[in-house]
């Protein structure tokens, strides 16, 4: 199986961002810097950069995705992304985001 790479997130959070809608239209998606155990509490937030790759076959849909996604984070570029910080340990966690990606803990606000 050869992996293609198609994206290439600015974070981690990104990555998973663009990982979950690309599950969502049934294609499968490697990280790179996965195979970092990914145990509640244990999640690598702070790596960058984080690869994005598709097997070869789903590169077609993938990149259509990835263009939409591009043209809508232009659009979009004006519009501050709000924060909410973790009572238990004072992440910054983006608010699309109900649980901290630190420690877990749910958005208590
Ligand atoms: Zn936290």
């Known amino acids: 199986m050869s992996k293609t790479l198609i994206y290439i997130a600015e974070n981690y959070a990104e990555a998973h961002m663009i990982q979950a809608n690309l599950n969502d239209i049934g294609i499968n998606v490697l990280l790179s810097g996965e195979h ?4 509640l509490g244990e999640l690598p937030a702070h790596i960058l950069f984080t690869r994005i790759y598709v097997e070869q076959k789903d590169y077609f849909n993938a990149k ?3 263009d939409q996604y591009k043209q809508a984070q232009k659009n979009s570029v004006k519009k501050e992304l709000s924060y909410w910080k973790c009572f238990n340990c004072n992440e910054l966690i983006p608010e699309n985001f109900t649980n901290c990606w630190q420690c877990n803990k749910e958005n208590k606000q």
């Open 64 to 66: 259509k995705y990835i």
């Open 36 to 39: 970092l155990t990914s145990a």
